[in-house]
């Protein structure tokens, strides 16, 4: 893989490298009317998008995924604005995980004892319509210099039972792979730290960044755990599929975490092929979330019981590496809760029914 690949979207025999593609985002009504045929939603979503401060922009090849004709399309749902998206439902929150309270220094969110998150830029190359930083993503700024991150950093020498970073955004792998690397670097002269996770969207929407030589360059800072977010099926081509096998062969752990979304993914036989897909090329399914309650989402949001049913449908039938555990990040940021199905049917002293998979019960005798 050299980085190069074709954009069958639009047309082109030629070869494109990863930034070539992301400069030809689609990002306007006029460009995007010209590879799908819209809906009225759609148009007005778009139209939207480019007055509001949550941008649009879709990659050729995240857009060659698209259903060129269905608006059900599951990419789609995924990519395109709607007009529901100024639509505010009970419970829609600006910042649901309280980002901005939990803020320890520029740039960096701490939520939980032993780790903190770190902002390097506010670009993506594809803005996902469910996005939880919805309120600045795409905003302004782009990627962060290394002088306005030096404030985050101290902050982290100061506070050692900090021990795991997550460098984040916006999207780190659209920033240059030596800009990547000073700020790695940073990240990685803090003793304490001990693992560094790179959350990015890359390998689903331009896998064409994950290069023979962005992973060299990755690896220099083991154990670094790459968190990506693949939510469907279709998502898994052969282009996604070289980009995290070359990560895993880079010996860079590749863990996902897929949004549940209403007409996306919300139903067992999808994700069940989603799960399988993934651990096929070593990415371990990790969280199944529940979508946060982001202003105008309401529309891709799907009840609690939908993923509990989704759970209850998977365990037993789905291998364990390949079941992700059901996470509901509490709004306002008070952290994340793991649901489970109720398999517990009654407990007595020294004696707990359960019900297995397969609908028996069963006693279980503590010693
Ligand atoms: S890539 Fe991540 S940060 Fe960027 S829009 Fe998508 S979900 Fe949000």
Known sequence: MDGRFSLPVLGKKKRHTWLEEARNAVTTLEAMERQLELTPSEREGARRALASGFPMAITPYYLSLCDRRDPSCPIRRQCVPRAEEALEVPGDLRDPLGEEAHTVAPELFQRYPDRAL??????????????????????????????????????????PAVRDVIVSGGDPLVMSTARLVRVLSMVREVPSVETVRLATRAPVVLPSRVTPGLCR?????????????????????????????????????????????????DDPSTLEALFRGLVRVRVRPYYLLQADPVRGTGHLRTPLATGLAVMEALQGRLTGIALPKFIVDTPGGLGKVPLLPDYVVSRAPGATTLRTFRGETVTYLDP
Not at 243 to 263: F, I, S, Y
């Open 118 to 159: 770190l902002v390097v830029t506010d670009r993506c190359s594809v803005y996902c319509r469910f996005c939880t930083r919805s309120r600045m993503v795409g905003q302004d700024g782009g990627a962060r210099s290394v002088e306005r991150l030096r404030p985050a950093v101290a902050w982290l020498r100061a506070h």
């Open 217 to 265: 360059a990755l690896r220099r800072f083991n154990p670094l755990w790459v968190m990506t977010h693949f939510n469907h099926p279709k998502e898994l081509t052969e282009a996604s599929r070289r980009a995290c096998e070359l990560l895993a062969d880079h010996g860079l752990p590749v863990m996902n975490q897929t949004v549940l979304l209403r007409g996306v993914n």
